[in-house]
Each structure stands twice: as C-alpha cells, then as structure tokens.
C-alpha cells in the first residue's frame, strides 16, 4: 500500500502504509500529510497495487 505525496499535480514523496481496509489506509494518508503539511504538498493519493483507493485535494485531507 502506498501513499505518494503530490505537488502540482508530480508526485514529490512516497510513504508505504501497512496492509488493512482501504478505510484505515485513507485515515492513515489523511494523518500522514497533516504530519508533512510544512513540507508544501497539497494533494495525496492512496494505491494498493494497481488499485487507486483515493485522492485527496488540501482542502479534504483535513477533514475528519
């Protein structure tokens, strides 16, 4: 499972995430780019192999 960190729209950084329900990998990104906001990024998405799961802008990685 992987979850890249983007800025305008390039992938930037890449951050591997522990297997389990693509709900607990969307809460887990979500807190990781809160963690990372100072580093400029402002979107993230989640994969588990080929499989997209989400994709977030800024604005909804804060949500709860």
């Known amino acids: 499972m992987r979850c890249y960190f983007l800025r305008n729209a390039r992938i930037e950084a890449l951050e591997l995430l522990p ?9 887990q ?5 809160r963690d990372r906001a100072r580093q400029g990024f402002d979107s993230f998405e989640v994969w588990t192999g080929r499989r997209f799961i989400y994709r977030s802008s800024g604005d909804s990685a804060d949500a709860s």
Not at 19 to 27: C, M, V, W
Not at 29 to 33: P, T
């Open 19 to 27: 297997p389990g329900p693509d709900e607990k990998l969307i809460e």
């Open 29 to 33: 990104a979500k807190a990781l780019f």
